[in-house]
């Protein structure tokens, strides 16, 4: 993989095409042919979502600082630019994962707000992980062995039927997490509740204000909480907070950047910082 390090913090990890040798933004494969990824840096985030399909747990997760306990038949669920590090025995972890980029999907579907619409993405009320089943084990491994299947072989449509494997499976991982914890899937009531999710993931770092998203959406701040309400049962505020908290942790883990720039001034070591080239990887 391609890096952006800061040595004593924070890697950075971009998805690389060249070096997973795919020619879309995806990815998908098996523990043995990455062993080392997790562990090789102390602390790391990346670009894409990352699914992974453990079969065989041990140890833990701290992700953005919340301890996640592994387990045999997980599938645990990975935003882009949360904070990783993995306290494990990688040796003895059997999982398959998939790696993918966002805007992987974005020709093929025109909604925008897609992944915003999955409940186990970009959010940490609940728990970014599901148990597997049989049933549930043998439907998810045949999608992801389509998929690589594409990847390996790909030809004119191979885009299309990659794209259509993989907003199946969000779907249906979607409703079995609904299940799971209990949580509505509904026909979406409107776009403005997703629109915010958007723009707070765009500009948390400068405003942190209902009010101000509320005027760039050119409504009210009572209707933007009453269509966030609707939408995903909590308010504006609780979205904005929980968001703001994510951004403060990772903020706060970059802080002594300035210290470690070079005098020939290398800029901020967190989002530029060395280029390195990892010896195994998804790429």
């Known amino acids: ?24 933004y995806i990815n998908t494969g098996s523990s043995k042919d990455v062993c080392g990824v997790l562990t090789e840096n102390k602390m790391f ?5 990352s699914f992974y399909f453990i079969r065989k747990a041990n140890g833990f997760l701290l992700l953005n600082f919340r301890q996640i306990e592994l387990y045999d038949d997980m599938v645990l669920f990975l935003s ?15 999982y398959t994962f998939l790696i993918f980029r966002e805007d992987f999907m974005r020709t093929f579907i025109a909604d925008k707000f897609f992944v915003y619409r999955l409940l186990y993405c970009y959010q940490t009320d609940t728990p970014p992980h599901l148990s597997m089943n049989s049933e549930l084990y043998t439907e998810y491994f045949s999608l992801l062995r389509k998929i690589k299947e594409e990847l390996n072989r790909p030809i004119a449509d191979s885009y299309n039927i990659i794209v259509s494997l993989l907003f199946y499976l ?7 997490y609904a299940e799971t914890y209990h949580l509505p899937v509904d026909v979406p009531k409107n776009n403005y509740a997703f629109q915010f999710k958007d723009l707070l993931e765009q500009h948390i770092h400068k405003i942190q204000r209902v009010g101000e998203y509320a005027e760039m959406l050119h409504i009210s ?4 909480n009453k269509s966030v309400m609707a939408q995903f049962g909590v308010s504006a505020n609780h979205l904005l907070k929980q968001r703001l908290l994510k951004y403060d942790k990772s903020r706060n883990c970059c ?4 210290t470690n720039r070079s005098r020939k001034g290398s800029g901020n070591e967190c989002s530029r910082g060395i280029h390195g080239k990892r010896k195994r990887g998804y790429d």
């Open 221 to 224: 701040r009572i209707t933007l």
């Open 1 to 24: 993989m391609k890096e952006i390090r800061n040595p004593k913090k924070l890697v950075s990890v971009p998805f690389s095409k060249t070096r997973c040798g795919v020619d879309f």
């Open 255 to 258: 802080s002594d950047c300035k």
């Open 80 to 94: 882009p630019h949360q904070k990783q590090e993995w306290h494990v025995d990688e040796a003895a972890l059997d």
């Open 170 to 176: 969000l779907l249906i991982i979607n409703r079995q």
């Open 45 to 49: 985030d990346t670009d894409f979502f």
